[in-house]
């Protein structure tokens, strides 16, 4: 099964291919707030962006991923 994603720009599901010459996937995701208590939100674009990496890795991609962390003071 090929991985798709929903591209809001054109209103269609395109099929996930890696442009010609890049070596790797390139992930910049936001990570957990720590200045608060963690709450439902945060925890699903954590593990979203868990989840699609995990895969990524498991269909034969390299992935490179960055995670901000945000803490205020």
Not at 16 to 32: D, H, I, K, S, W
Not at 53 to 68: A, F, H, Q, S
């Amino acid at each position: 099964m090929a991985l798709q994603f929903y591209n809001t720009a054109t209103r269609k599901k395109e099929l996930f291919t890696l442009p010609e010459g890049v070596p790797a996937v390139r992930m910049y995701c936001c990570g957990p707030t720590v200045y608060h208590f963690a709450h439902i939100g945060n925890l699903r674009t954590y593990t979203m962006e868990d989840v699609l990496e995990k895969y990524l890795r498991y269909i034969g991609n390299d992935v490179t991923r960055v995670m901000n962390i945000t803490d205020v003071g």
